[in-house]
């Protein structure tokens, strides 16, 4: 059996494979994508590192560096907790009192950094002799915050654990908002009691229900987008409420653009003050206060709108559009 040295880059020569930190000795591994795991190799570590005694049961490097990453996120939960609760400016301004708190207002941050290091390091490319021992692809990772994961598990346990969080109702609406958006399901999930089975339950169930109603308005947006209604505006009457007569260049504005609801309209304030910025300040604010008491109106009252709205047939044709 022989003993196999990776090859180490001139920058590296004094690194941990596994975390970056200062190697002071090796371990030596089996790999079963170098010479079917015959040989060992020899690999640099930290003391730390070597301490967890992983390698003796890993089956790859790949598979050990994951697990010795999950241990050193465990390890440095505490240090890596000061950057989810603090920014340097808040714990440089803090007002501390005491030794052992004046001790953290100014090595905190650097521990925090250390640690954030440590997780986030990526360990150079294997080879030996040059030749490398597998094919090299881009790593999977998951973030959360700047902290970059091997694994979803590992980001998993050390969310749940540094927020204080139910484990299976973080998985839960992490499979809702995807692991690119870690940061919205963490702050969403601290909302709800944590030891309220129930509230979560509720929290989850109103959750997803959001999320149709964002699905199904993203989907007739692109409806709208796509539909050309071309409404004159030769066949929109002007319309009074309260003594406030809606512009028939607003209602024609909002037929054509499918504003059927208040959650469009809103989409489309924006638009609407570009499109009438002709007008001024003062009588574009008015247009659109108009087309707002108007729509108010319509959707508030179905008698008012089926009996006294002039406008009733080309409403239901521009709804139309969109429930087919």
């Given at each position: ?9 001139f920058d ?19 790999d079963?994508?170098v ?7 020899s ?6 590192c070597q ?16 697990t010795?990453?999950d241990?050193i ?7 890596l907790?000061?950057g ?16 052992a ?5 100014k ?8 640690a954030k290091?440590r997780v986030?390091?990526?360990?150079w490319?294997?080879?030996i ?9 881009p790593e ?13 598990t590992?980001?998993?346990?050390y ?21 690119d958006?870690a940061i ?9 009691p944590?030891?309220s089975e129930?509230?979560?339950?509720q929290?989850?169930?109103d ?14 947006n692109k ?6 209604l ?18 028939v260049l607003?209602i024609?504005?909002a037929?054509?653009?499918g ?8 989409m489309?304030?924006?638009?609407f ?20 008491i108007?729509?108010?109106?319509r959707?508030s ?9 002039p ?14």
């Open positions: 059996m022989d003993l196999l040295d990776i090859d180490i880059p590296c020569r004094f690194k941990c494979w596994f975390c970056g930190e200062n190697s002071h000795t090796n371990i030596e591994v089996r079963q994508e010479k079917g795991g015959l040989d060992m190799i690999i640099p570590t930290c003391d730390e301490s967890y005694g992983c390698h003796p049961l890993a089956s790859s490097l790949e598979e050990l560096k994951q010795i990453k241990k996120i465990i390890r440095s939960s505490k240090e907790s000061i989810s609760n603090w920014t340097e400016k808040e714990l440089n301004e803090s007002d501390f009192t005491g030794n708190f004046e001790g953290f207002k090595s905190g941050w650097e521990m925090f950094l250390i290091e986030n390091f990526k360990a490319d294997l080879c002799d040059g030749i490398p021992v597998r094919e090299i692809l999977e990772t998951f973030e959360f915050d700047g902290l970059a994961f091997s694994n979803f590992g980001m998993l346990n969310l749940s654990k540094t927020f204080f969080l139910n484990k299976n109702f973080l998985n839960r609406v992490l499979t809702l908002y995807g692991n958006r919205e399901a963490v702050k969403f999930c601290r909302l709800v944590n030891e129930s509230q979560r339950e929290a989850f169930d959750l997803v229900e959001s999320f149709r109603e964002k699905e199904a308005l993203v989907l007739r409806k709208r987008d796509a539909l050309e071309n409404i004159s505006i030769d066949s929109i009457m002007p319309v009074s409420i309260r003594k406030n007569t809606i512009p607003s024609h504005w037929m054509n653009n504003v059927i609801d208040f959650e469009t309209l809103d489309l304030e924006d638009k003050f570009e499109t009438f910025s002709f007008e001024g300040d003062k009588k574009v604010f008015q247009m659109f206060n108009a087309l707002e108007y729509m108010d109106k959707l009252s179905p008698v008012w709108r089926e009996t006294k709205d406008n009733v047939t080309l409403w239901k044709y521009v709804e139309s559009q969109f429930n087919n």
